[in-house]
């Protein structure tokens, strides 16, 4: 006979149950197998993906087999079990220590972070498989990031090639990372690869690998980036960075599907999905003969384009509260509040850096408030590239020009 007890040990229940993930004012719910072990996280390779600041990648391990447990993989902001959800009102929680296995059961409530997540029966459902879950950047408030978005979504269930256009520092890796964890491909590699970083006399090695004894110093075989992308997504970032030489062996790889590397003979088959994205007018550079143009169209299969973050005003705000707690929780400080002269000035400034820039700014002014409220001089804005801020006597707060007194 099967337990009604809402309180009955999980190895008691039937075959399903669903984790209720209280998240951004909502519920989300996945239907999970009775002997299931899932990883909670932020991390791709999680069967439970939680998307918020204070999650880890790894952050728990959840047994609903008997006996069933709930693990902390020494997250970064602490994994508790409440038994009931009357013990979530009255705060009564069991820490769980890092690596210790805390008995759960129907009707526990796990605080992952500072998400709440309930472990319930399952009702009767058609839908029997867990949900996947690909969730966008945390703040998608401008009109256009949203369609934007939305393109990537639908580019992101075919293998067509995506090129990504944008001011350094919008967020293109970010919506590069989107478009793989959207894709079938989520659970392969997404491999960064620089093209503005890498030494031109390795280029070639770096990208393609190479066999042993191919030059001098080759003790070894070495695997390239693409070749480490096998089965997941290549983000080729600053394309426009690539030398002509190599914009050659890459078009090959895109029509081909294989790869030779350096002092090999034979090619292989490499099976990935290349992203690339540069700030750079990459029109401009076919005209100029720096980039080629049939590499360009191939790359150019699906485009998008990341407005600047002085394009997209309704999204400053948002964000800065979003860097400003992320960094509080992960350097263990009180998230102070952001004063409204503050956040008039995050609007009014043109934010040459783009989104790392207002990053960054968000990052430093905790530290200089010291435990207070952010002011406006506590942003620390480049005078010499956009305005100097100056707190009026009434307190409000006006922007001219650097230099003008």
Known sequence: ????????????????????????????????????????????????????????????????????????????????????????????????????QVPVKIGSVLKIGNVLIGIERASPAVQTEPVPVRQGPAVLEDAEMRRVYALAERAAATALPVLILGETGVGKDVLAEHIHSSSSRSRGAFVRVNCGALSPALFESELFGHERGAFTNAGAAKVGLLE????????????????????????????????????????QQVDLRIVAATNRELSREVKAGRFRKDLYFRLNSVSLHLPALRERRAEIVPLARLFLERFCIHAGLAVPELLPETEQLLQEYSWPGNVRELKNAMERAPILAGGGPIAPAYLRLDEQLEATAVLARDGSTKVRPAGRS
Not at 20 to 28: A, D, F, L, M, T
Not at 240 to 251: I, S, T
């Open 228 to 267: 480490l992308a096998r089965g997941g997504t290549a983000f080729l970032d600053e394309i426009g960075e690539l030398p002509l030489a190599m914009q050659v062996k890459l078009l090959h790889v895109l029509e081909s599907g294989e790869l030779t590397k350096v002092g090999g003979t034979r090619s």
């Open 1 to 100: 006979m099967v337990s009604t007890d809402p309180g009955a040990a999980v190895a008691e229940e039937p075959a399903e149950i669903e984790l209720v993930i209280h998240e951004r004012r909502q519920q989300r719910r996945v239907r999970v197998g009775l002997a299931a072990t899932v990883l909670i996280g932020r991390g791709v390779d999680c069967q439970v993906r939680v998307e918020h600041v204070s999650v880890s990648r790894r952050h728990a391990r959840l047994k609903l087999s008997e006996p069933s447990f709930v693990e902390d993989l020494e997250s970064q902001n602490g994994t508790q079990v409440f038994e009931s959800s009357a013990d979530v009102e009255a705060r009564r929680a069991t820490a769980v220590r890092p690596g210790q």
